[in-house]
């Protein structure tokens, strides 16, 4: 981002980018506040949500409360509705804070009342501001019920309308990262924590700028259309055999299903953070595992130099997968037509105010539709055999039926005891 | 020693055992089972032969065991057959009525079956049963003789049951083996609903279910008729092999297991109970879970059902059975399959008794018999009527009889 910019305004003054971090509801309240301790230079956190109350406890810096007419400061009880509305609500003020920003990050956990309702409108009034918005988001424990689950999933399909990219995190994979013992609270800070984390490598990718450099439009290209399924990681190691070590975590990391989302995911942005002592060798001994487990993937790899990280290596991944069921191609047409205007002229994030979501998709030739319609076929059969993986050794049981002519019923081999293909297990 | 050639017998070469019954036609033009012999079977997997040389053993054993029972000497049999590669369908023919007045004659009743058994089966497969339904006549439906009856169009439809040739005649081969005639091969499940549906209750529509050792045999009667027919090479020994497999005890005691303890539910009374199978047979002693036993099996026994269920569903067949559903075989044994059944199927479901055959000894009234007290039985019919052709009397009903019958 921060070369577009400063290419696009002023090429020959650098020109510091003003990053500002909005924290929605609860779960993002504390996010921010995590994130607000761990000490970024130059971002503006600022918390907001329904509930004063729990507002009060919250160590971000900045904190207002949202709707407080509506809600009269006694949060919005789960409802999106009523926290879209008080978000509506202070419009005004939501506006002059973001101004002047140029990238917005939205935290939120998805599901509850503020963050559900309040971080679509966030994320529309920062663009018309002319921000680039990225949201990162939590979605429900299951255990939190399909009501919750229903509604961050509404709240993550508006969300996606408005914002220029946004990252999931499923909270339900926390669990493999928990053990037994963790508490409801501590479950509840990795969560915060991993948000933090994500946040602060993303901005540690945009504003930095890198050897190989990642900026806001490769961040965009991952992400765009395909938000439902973007996953990240990080993971940061010291020492000799750091690249390795590096490289090990990312594929056993739960966030990524132990390098389960690397092979289905079809874009892939790197982001390498390391300190003056990196070596090329290193890079490729981290870059290549990656390459093996995602062959077809579009990557986009960044690498920075930090004396910071001295002695240290810090990869930020970002994964996305490509959803049949996405948006209409039509929309992804003009998004990319959007970004590309950004590219080159800073009037277009001016006119980008005009909101796209404003304008009905536009008419796509023939073409265009059959170029597109093209291009999602070779997706899908390029992700197909992706999908096709090396077959575990699998030793089917079938006992004394080993010799005798399969019983094939709908494509099932009846043989094979039906407590084992219905996997029910015997604890 | 009684006349050979009056006594019937019945054959039914089954996974788990083999069964021989022998009947005799009494004055009524009944059927009466006078003997019956059985024998353990090593040679057949999945209801279909795999050793022939064990099964012929076995079904000498069988025969043998018979003979002495019933006190005659066995030359023929009436063989059942089954395995995964008997199937049944319908067909449909019809035919223009060509006389003049638009009368149909006997003529056109035989075109028009005829027609219907112009079917196209699978190259290596063979017709075991050509059985033929209701006439329809114009848009008439549902009649049982349209012979003198007016219409431009005569039209019937036939359930074909058909299987793999060659792997009838292993069966057939090993009976002939032993120098015994093969009257006819019969398709056990039809033996089965032979042997336990009254004529109410194929006039009502029922499901009869034979949960064999190997496979498991479905034939489903409507108004009186065959409407489908259908093998699933699945049955008890699947459920023993699943009990081996999932509590990791050897085949002989999971079999065991499974008749003592088996179940069709996982009820309360099972629940985190365990036993101890103790180590008779020189096998070690070890610690069951009952509810993983029971569990194993209702899921097994579920899933039969429900994909027979999901198959007569399909056909539309499940509103036309309102006798309800039969259970023989061994898998009758199985205590809760009637309730199982019921739930499944939704509709009443019963133990299937072979209560259709007159005279039987209640000893023999064993679900695990009414396949090869059903071949009986078909075969009875069959000789009754050779027998009626020959009596001066009916003669008109007779001639009906074999042209549409045949």
Redo the contacts between chains.
């Keep these: 981002m921060s070369d577009q910019t400063e290419r696009l305004e002023k090429p020959a003054v650098t020109k510091k980018i003003l990053l500002k971090v909005f924290g929605l509801g609860g779960a993002g309240c504390n996010a921010a506040g995590f994130a607000s301790q761990a000490g970024f230079d130059g971002v503006d956190f600022m918390a907001a949500n329904t509930d004063a109350q729990s507002l009060e406890a919250c160590v971000a810096p900045a904190k207002f409360v949202l709707g407080a007419n509506q809600t009269r400061g006694l949060g919005a009880g789960g409802d999106p509705e009523l926290g879209r509305a008080a978000a509506e609500e202070d419009i005004e003020k939501i506006r002059s804070l973001c101004d002047g920003a140029d990238i917005v990050f939205l935290l939120a956990g998805l599901g509850g009342g503020t963050g559900t309702g309040a971080a679509p409108v966030f994320a529309r009034v920062a663009r018309e501001k002319g921000a680039l918005v990225l949201a990162l988001v939590t979605l429900p424990f299951e255990f939190e019920g399909a009501r919750r689950q229903l509604q961050a999933q509404s709240g993550l399909q508006q969300l996606k309308t408005h914002a220029d990219a946004v990252i999931c995190l499923p909270n339900q994979k926390l669990f493999k990262m928990l053990d037994e013992n963790t508490s409801v609270l501590e479950g509840f800070k990795i969560s915060n924590a991993l948000l933090a984390d994500g946040l602060c490598g993303i901005w540690r990718m945009l504003t930095q700028t890198g050897l190989i450099n990642v900026d806001f439009a490769d961040l965009c290209s991952v992400t765009r259309g395909r938000h439902a399924a973007s996953f990240f990681a990080t993971a940061e190691a010291t020492g000799d055999k750091r690249a390795e070590q590096v490289s090990e975590k990312l594929l056993a990391h739960p966030l990524l299903d132990g390098g389960q989302v690397l092979n289905e995911s079809d874009s892939l942005l790197v982001s390498i953070v390391g300190g003056p002592e990196m070596t090329m060798s290193e890079i490729h001994k981290l870059m290549e595992p990656l390459h093996r487990q995602c062959e077809n993937a579009h990557i986009i790899f960044g690498a920075a130099i930090d004396p910071a990280f001295a002695g240290r290596l810090s990869v930020t991944l970002i994964a996305s997968r490509k959803r049949q069921e996405e948006e209409p191609p039509a929309f992804k047409g003009l998004l990319a037509d959007k970004l590309e205007s950004m590219q080159f002229l800073d009037t277009a994030v001016q006119e980008k105010s005009t909101s796209r979501f404003g304008a009905p998709p536009p008419e796509l030739s023939e073409e265009k539709k059959e170029q597109i319609m093209r291009g999602q076929t070779r997706a899908s059969r390029k992700k197909l055999s992706r999908m096709q993986k090396e077959l575990p050794l699998e030793i089917i049981?079938?006992?004394?039926?080993e010799?005798?002519?399969p019983?094939i019923?709908?494509g099932e081999d009846?043989?094979v005891?039906?407590?084992?293909r219905?996997g029910?297990p015997?604890n | 020693m009684f006349d050979s050639s009056s006594i019937i017998v019945g054959l039914e070469i089954g996974t788990s055992k083999i069964c021989a019954v022998v009947g005799e036609i009494n004055a009524t033009n009944g059927l009466n089972i006078i003997g019956l012999g059985q024998a353990r079977s090593r040679g057949v997997r999945k209801g279909e032969i795999a050793d022939a040389a064990l099964a012929s053993e076995d079904v000498r054993n069988a025969i043998v065991e018979a003979e002495q029972m019933a006190n005659a000497e066995i030359r023929s049999v009436y063989l059942g057959v089954t395995g995964n590669h008997v199937r049944g369908f319908n067909n449909h023919g019809v035919h223009p009525v060509v006389s003049a007045d638009r009368e149909i004659t006997i003529e056109d009743t035989q075109d028009v079956v005829k027609n219907a058994k112009a079917i196209n089966l699978p190259i290596d497969n063979t017709v075991v049963h050509a059985i033929r339904q209701l006439f329809q006549v114009d848009s008439q439906l549902g009649i049982q003789n349209p012979i003198g009856m007016y219409g431009a169009k005569v039209e019937v439809d036939v359930h074909v049951v058909h299987g793999h040739v060659d792997r009838l005649k292993n069966s057939i081969a090993v009976v002939r083996g032993l120098q015994l005639e093969v009257e006819e091969i019969v398709f056990t499940g039809l033996a089965s609903a032979l042997a336990l549906l009254s004529n109410e209750q194929k006039e009502l529509g029922s499901l009869v279910i034979d949960v064999g050792a190997g496979a498991t045999e479905y034939v489903v009667y409507s108004d009186g008729i065959i409407k489908h027919t259908g093998v699933l090479a699945v049955g008890g020994d699947h459920i023993s092999n699943d009990l081996a497999y999932g509590l990791k005890v050897p085949l002989k005691r999971a079999e065991l297991l499974k008749i003592e303890h088996g179940g069709s539910f996982v009820d309360e009374s099972v629940k985190g109970k365990t036993i101890s199978s103790d180590g008779e047979l020189g096998l070690p002693s070890k610690i069951i879970n009952l509810e993983h036993l029971r569990r194993i099996m209702s899921l097994r026994l579920e899933e039969t059902f429900e994909l027979i269920e999901t198959e007569l569903s399909s056909l539309g067949l499940l509103d036309r059975m309102r006798a309800g559903v039969f259970i023989c075989g061994g898998g009758a044994r199985i205590p809760g399959i009637q309730i199982l059944a019921g739930n499944i199927f939704q509709m009443p479901a019963f133990l299937g008794k072979t209560n259709s055959i007159s005279g039987l000894k209640s000893a023999l009234d064993q679900p695990e018999f009414a396949t090869a007290i059903g071949l009986a039985k078909f075969g009875s019919l069959q000789q009754k009527r050779r027998r009626v052709v020959n009596l001066a009397d009916g003669i008109r009903k007779t001639i009906t009889e074999i042209f549409t019958r045949k």
């Design positions: 049981f079938k006992g004394r039926f010799k005798s002519d019983t019923r709908n009846l043989d005891p039906t407590y084992i219905r029910v015997l």
